[in-house]
């Protein structure tokens, strides 16, 4: 029996030494325990690295979509950059001065177009030390005397020149004209000047501004280009005779002519990454996943939609920014889905989702305020005054809207005062169109069959 012992003993030696059993258990515990630590550090690292790069690629595609780049391609315009970037030369190489008008509709790429020539003219060599820009927009310079200033500013003649200090608006005009005229084709350095929503600058009193920019540009002093972007056809039209005369009536025009082929070509370059991105095996899965999006059917059906609406990039950019609004480290890639959910975004009625969700007795309340405005020309008026209204119309026997009682509109005046208020001041900042009281009968009628109501709570369906 104790040979027995002895052998199951000397078969089993742990039973002998707990001890070592327990320091045996505790270090696999142990080693469990750092594992795991171990891979849950690594995990998050990885998480740490793949937000990184999804921040990276947010920060790339929203540049390029929201500012223009002259880094990414020029689409359907290579004919009109070929031409304003020779115009450009020759004004910046040669010293010939001219002017020219690009017209186009918004969002046709006309900003684009230029940003691209100056961005090759200033990789010319000598020429980025001798030239000068400067940049207007009718929107920020609404008369000559802030054009002026902002001209003067930009080319670094502001207050102070020698001992002269200028201030008024007649100083500065014949400053700045003396300066430009009293140069020459061999020793001034070329100016070149942009004026964004040209069509404004027409509106200027007696076109001040454009008549003395564009006569230097006609007369063999200081070599100088008028670069004009407009989205009006007719832009020739609001030019005085003076100031006709003296134009180029050079134009170039962006039409937004390519085909859907080509619209699927830039939806797949403006969604990929460039070369240059630090994580070259990120890239290429990123770019991997934007061609087969291309190919899927369900996106092509959504661009072509989108297509068929508009064809200018800005409305592509706005789609493909919603899309990429949905990127995140656990969802890093967009999906068909997402561009449907943003094509659906980009549909939708902003107008009609103002008065989303109203009642007929809201909306009754919202047409009341809207007639009290037209007729008191946008005086004061009160809620009782809006009630009146509202029973001046239901009183019409041509007409058979409930009457609703006034504790039953007092209780909407004070429940739903501030959503009127707001629905009623966002529709007349939208110039939006309400509909008439005539029209309340088709409203009434569609909602009674979709829920009819029932039997004496006719006041209750609208409470």
Not at 193 to 212: G, V
Not at 214 to 219: C, F, K, R
Not at 250 to 257: D, K, T, Y
Request: charged residues 20%; contains cysteine.
């Amino acid at each position: 029996m104790a040979t027995h012992s002895n052998v199951l003993a000397w078969r089993i030696p742990w039973a002998e030494e707990p001890e070592r059993l327990q320091s045996m258990g505790s270090q696999r515990v142990r080693h469990e325990i750092s594992f795991v630590e171990m891979s849950s550090r690594k995990s998050k690292s990885s998480n740490l690295i793949q937000a990184d790069y999804v921040s990276q690629v947010q920060r790339i595609l929203r540049e390029r979509f929201c500012h223009q780049s002259p880094h990414g391609n020029l689409f359907g315009v290579q004919v009109q950059y070929k031409h304003l970037i020779e115009l450009l030369k020759r004004t910046a190489i040669h010293g010939e001065s001219n002017s020219v008008l690009i017209i186009g509709p918004r969002g046709s790429g006309k900003t684009m177009l230029i940003n691209h020539a100056l961005k090759e003219l200033m990789e010319v060599e000598g020429v980025s030390e001798n030239i000068l820009q400067v940049h207007l927009n009718g929107l920020l310079q609404i008369n000559d005397k802030i054009a002026l200033k902002e001209i003067t500013r930009q080319l670094n003649l502001e207050n102070v020149v020698g001992d002269k200090v200028f201030g008024s608006f007649a100083e500065n005009l014949s400053f700045l004209l003396e300066a430009l005229k009293k140069g020459d084709r061999t020793s001034s350095c070329p100016v070149i000047f942009i004026l964004d929503e040209f069509d404004l600058f027409a509106h200027h009193k007696n076109q001040t501004l454009l008549y003395n920019l564009l006569d230097i540009s006609q007369s063999a002093q200081t070599p100088v280009v008028i670069i004009g972007l407009t989205c009006r056809l007719d832009i020739l039209e609001l030019l005085e005779k003076r100031v006709k005369s003296r134009f180029s009536h050079r134009q170039i025009h962006l039409m937004n002519s390519f085909s859907f082929p080509q619209y699927l070509k830039i939806f797949k370059e403006q969604l990929s990454l460039p070369s240059i991105f630090p994580e070259k095996i990120f890239a290429e899965k990123w770019n991997e996943n934007v061609q087969s999006l291309s190919e899927d059917r369900s996106v092509k059906e959504v661009l072509q939609k989108h297509f068929n609406v508009s064809k200018n990039l800005r409305s592509l950019h706005m789609l493909l920014m919603l899309a990429l609004n949905r990127v995140t480290p656990s969802h890093p890639f967009i999906t068909a889905a997402d561009l449907m959910e943003a094509n659906q975004l980009c549909s939708m009625d902003s107008k009609g989702n103002i008065v989303h969700g109203l009642s007929v007795l809201e909306i009754c309340l919202i047409i009341a305020m809207k007639h009290l405005n037209d007729i008191y020309e946008e005086e004061p008026f009160n809620f009782q005054m809006v009630y009146n209204e509202f029973q001046k119309f239901v009183q019409r026997k041509a007409h058979s809207v409930y009457n609703f009682e006034k504790p039953v509109v007092m209780k909407v005046r004070f429940f739903s005062a501030d959503r009127l208020i707001f629905v009623y001041f966002d529709c007349i900042y939208h110039s939006f169109t309400f509909i008439s009281f005539e029209t309340l009968d088709i409203i009434r009628n569609f909602i009674q069959n979709r829920h009819p109501p029932k039997k004496n709570s006719k006041n209750e369906m609208f409470e």
